[in-house]
């Protein structure tokens, strides 16, 4: 078995190979060709442990172990620390081990980019508005410099000193007054946040806006109004039809006969995304999906072995 340390495991997680990775995965759970039964965690006074099993016809079947823990030094802020084993799908064997940290975060860039590309009005993405300074709002603007340098990106958060820094990563990113005004002035909004309560609201977007949200793992992102008005997409059903942690905060309870677009049947073309409504607000909602993390170890496994990075293990 291959061991990745922290350092080779985000090196090996090339952005534009983990973008056409995850398409693939997400077209894959649209087809109901994978095998992934709903997130379970294990709750501490601290956060919790999730456990997220799946299997991808052609990629593999691997398995993470996460933890989602409050920082007790800042209030509001949070680690997701884990470990991804990958398997191979024939005879199961360990492949690799990988550092989980780097991986959810470039995987969840990957699929929220993904989103954009998929239901915002403009194919280059416009205006963008990244909400957040953590973890993953650093690794959303890392992957939109790698994949998509000309985009006109602006960060908003709660502390300017970290939303300068997190801008930093975007070459010619701008820093905004306030959540709101970055929001005001987007075409498409990334939200990556820690929140326990909606951080972005309706009055806020204005028509033919895109978001794509994902954090929330402790409550809504979006506000009530938002996800009424919007054209709803998800990485698979139970991201409405699961309570939290499996499912989103923000899909609950959605009103009978509501639609939840698959985002997978968009990408293969077997549904409409905004079915051309440059008018219409889209959400796309993610709650992370074990699909997602065999497509990016396998990326990692296979950058690794072509690089000669890691540590082999006989287990």
């Known amino acids: 078995m291959l061991v990745l340390d922290h350092r080779q495991t985000a090196a090996a997680l090339r952005p534009d190979a983990v973008l056409d990775a995850v398409g693939r995965a997400l077209v894959a759970v649209a087809r109901e060709e994978v095998s992934v ?30 933890t989602v823990t409050a920082d007790p030094g800042h209030p509001g802020r ?93 070459p010619g990113a701008q820093v905004a007054p306030g959540i709101e005004d970055a929001v005001r002035a987007a075409d498409v909004v990334f939200c990556c946040t820690g929140a326990t309560a909606p951080v972005v609201r309706r009055e806020w977007l204005a028509p033919g806006t895109h978001v794509s949200s994902v954090g929330g793992s402790q409550g809504p992102e979006l506000d009530a109004a938002t996800v009424r008005d919007a054209l709803l997409f998800a990485e698979w059903p139970g991201a409405a039809g699961s309570p939290p942690p499996a499912g989103a905060h923000e899909l609950q309870d959605l009103a009978p006969g509501r639609s939840l677009t698959l985002l997978g049947s968009v990408l293969d073309g077997t549904r409409p995304g905004r079915d051309g409504d440059t008018d219409a607000l889209t959400v796309f909602k993610s709650t992370g999906h074990a699909a997602l993390d065999v497509a990016a170890v396998r990326v990692a496994y296979e950058v690794a072995l072509e690089q000669g990075w890691g540590v082999r293990v006989d287990l």
């Open 37 to 66: 039964p709903p997130r379970i965690a294990a709750l501490t006074p601290n956060g919790l442990l999730g456990a997220m099993p799946g299997w991808v016809p052609g990629l593999g079947a691997a398995a993470k172990l996460v």
């Open 78 to 170: 949070g680690f997701h620390r884990g470990l991804v084993a990958l398997f191979d799908e024939h005879d199961g064997r360990a492949l690799a081990l990988v550092d989980g940290e780097p991986l959810t975060e470039v995987r969840t860039a990957a699929v929220a980019t993904r989103g954009a590309l998929a239901l915002a009005v403009r194919p280059a993405l416009g205006r963008v508005a990244v909400i957040g300074t953590g973890a993953q709002a650093r690794a959303q603007l890392a992957l939109l410099a790698a994949v998509l340098p000309a985009a006109r990106v602006t960060v908003a958060g709660r502390d300017p000193r970290r939303a300068r820094a997190a801008a930093a990563l975007f």
